[in-house]
């Protein structure tokens, strides 16, 4: 029986390790960080970082916890930091020519 019991563990842990699924969609995690990156460099009332994160997040229907599961997913996976920061980079390109465009 513990055997069972161990080879049952053993798979559930392999596939769950074989399974890269981030915390929250992607999509979700980049405008929440977009928003938080504009927020900083806007905020003209002096708020803490964290009150402003805070209030994006839940904005953004994120929980602080799935943020920082968000982080540390990314953290563990370089290459997909470096393909997050261009997609980034891109969106925040195209919202500073649309805002420029803006009569």
Do not use: G
């Amino acid at each position: 029986m513990l055997k069972v019991y161990l080879f049952v563990i053993f798979i559930s842990i392999f596939f769950q390790a074989c399974v890269d699924v981030p915390p929250i969609p992607e999509d979700k995690f980049m405008n929440a960080y977009i928003d938080i990156l504009v927020a900083q460099d806007t905020a003209t009332i002096p708020f803490s970082m964290d009150s402003l994160r805070t209030v994006i997040l839940v904005n953004d229907s994120i929980t602080p916890h799935q943020y920082d599961l968000m982080i540390e997913y990314y953290n563990a996976r370089p290459e997909k930091w470096m393909a997050f920061f261009d997609s980034v980079t891109v969106y925040t390109e195209q919202l500073k020519l649309e805002s420029e465009n803006q009569p």
